[in-house]
């Protein structure tokens, strides 16, 4: 059976009941992949052009895939594990099993590899925070 990673609703759901289904997936582990993404996704949204996790290809309890567009209009698909991220493809929701990549442990350093002008937005943006918080401090 083949099934993709739609969004879940997580606003309505309390807690995970036992013997509850999750999107048609028993336990928790998918869910804790689910979020694990989006929380990448949501992390460096703002220093790239799109990222998203694919709705597309089959994730399973340890897997999960993102699409993410560089600001360079270069376009990857992750491949997100326990052992970390890794490009699988030069194409959104594309995976090239024959693809030899290394893991990184981070989104961070990932993109690190990937985009020099990720490089920049973050550096921007940790100047901008560095900036606020020094402002914070004196008044």
Do not use: W
């Amino acid at each position: 059976m083949e099934t993709d990673c739609n969004p879940v609703e997580l606003s309505s759901m309390s807690g995970f009941e036992e013997g509850s289904e999750l999107n048609g997936f028993e336990g928790t582990d998918m869910k804790d992949m689910r979020l694990e993404a989006e929380a990448v996704v949501n992390d460096v949204l703002f220093a790239v052009n799109n990222m998203f996790v694919s709705k597309s290809l089959r994730c399973a309890d340890d897997v999960a895939y993102i699409n993410v567009e560089t600001k360079e209009r270069n376009r990857y698909c992750l491949e997100l594990t326990e052992a970390g991220l890794k490009v699988v493809g030069y194409a959104f929701d594309q995976v090239d099993d024959h693809l030899q990549t290394p893991y990184h442990e981070t989104v961070y350093s990932l993109l690190d590899t990937l985009s020099p002008a990720y490089r920049e937005a973050f550096g921007n943006a940790l100047l901008q925070r560095l900036e606020a918080l020094k402002r914070d401090g004196q008044s």
